[in-house]
């Protein structure tokens, strides 16, 4: 006879013949864990470990994208990218109405190297800081190739007078590649809450 698990099922493990859930298969998993089995515990632990150095990997590569935007190293904010991605601005009525019309789009890099020697000299606005504040990468999804994540900013934008407003409040969705053991862009789109945007979007966000 099967000895109880700590869910008070009969068996730890489903039976042969019978089809498990993804969602199912991960309370096997984790009945397992508990119930002390040496084999089911590292590979939970080797799991957790795993899931917890990605989104320190994803962390820093989003704390590095703004850290360069904020201490305007703009030349260097196209090498976040591979050279097929897509970049987008826009807002969050047009986004979930699945409207085409967006602040900003480029889709590949060679467009967002253009967008920053643009910027540098033929755009004509106030001069500005910003200052991004980024939640914790929500993992969405994960594959061999691709990784998909969800992400809250603010950006606080300074001008030279002193005063800062917010400029900007909204949410990142991007994919994320390895190239050469390094995370890169395929796409990010930022989608802003903000209604009323104070200055046109000329810098990255």
């Given at each position: 006879?099967?000895a109880?698990?700590?869910f008070g099922?009969?068996?730890?493990?489903?039976?042969p013949?019978q089809?498990?859930s993804?969602r199912?298969?991960?309370y096997?998993?984790?009945a397992?864990?508990?119930?002390?089995?040496?084999?089911?515990?590292?590979?939970m632990?080797?799991t957790?470990?795993?899931d917890?150095?990605l989104?320190a990997?994803i962390s820093?590569?989003f704390?590095q994208y703004?850290?360069?935007?904020?201490?305007?190293?703009?030349?260097?904010w196209p090498?976040?990218?591979?050279e097929?991605c897509?970049?987008k601005?826009?807002?969050?009525?047009?986004?979930d109405?699945?409207l085409?019309?967006?602040?900003?789009?480029?889709?590949?890099?060679n467009?967002?190297?253009d967008r920053?020697?643009?910027?540098?000299?033929a755009?004509i606005?106030?001069?500005?800081?910003?200052r991004?504040?980024?939640?914790?990468p929500l993992?969405?999804s994960?594959s061999?190739?691709?990784?998909a994540t969800?992400?809250?900013?603010l950006v606080?934008?300074?001008?030279?007078?002193?005063?800062s407003?917010?400029f900007?409040?909204g949410?990142?969705q991007?994919?994320?590649?390895r190239?050469d053991?390094q995370?890169?862009?395929?796409?990010?789109?930022?989608?802003?809450?903000?209604n009323?945007?104070?200055?046109?979007?000329?810098?990255?966000?």
């Amino acid at each position: 006879m099967a000895a109880p698990s700590v869910f008070g099922l009969v068996s730890l493990s489903p039976s042969p013949v019978q089809s498990v859930s993804p969602r199912m298969n991960l309370y096997w998993k984790m009945a397992r864990y508990l119930s002390g089995e040496p084999e089911h515990r590292e590979l939970m632990k080797m799991t957790f470990e795993s899931d917890a150095q990605l989104q320190a990997e994803i962390s820093l590569l989003f704390s590095q994208y703004a850290a360069c935007i904020d201490n305007d190293r703009l030349e260097k904010w196209p090498e976040f990218f591979v050279e097929q991605c897509f970049y987008k601005i826009q807002s969050r009525e047009n986004h979930d109405r699945k409207l085409p019309i967006s602040a900003m789009e480029c889709d590949s890099k060679n467009m967002l190297v253009d967008r920053i020697v643009s910027l540098r000299e033929a755009n004509i606005f106030a001069e500005h800081m910003y200052r991004h504040i980024i939640s914790i990468p929500l993992i969405l999804s994960k594959s061999e190739n691709e990784i998909a994540t969800q992400t809250n900013y603010l950006v606080i934008s300074t001008l030279q007078s002193g005063i800062s407003h917010i400029f900007s409040a909204g949410r990142y969705q991007d994919r994320l590649v390895r190239i050469d053991g390094q995370l890169k862009f395929v796409e990010r789109i930022v989608i802003f809450d903000t209604n009323s945007i104070r200055t046109q979007i000329v810098t990255p966000i």
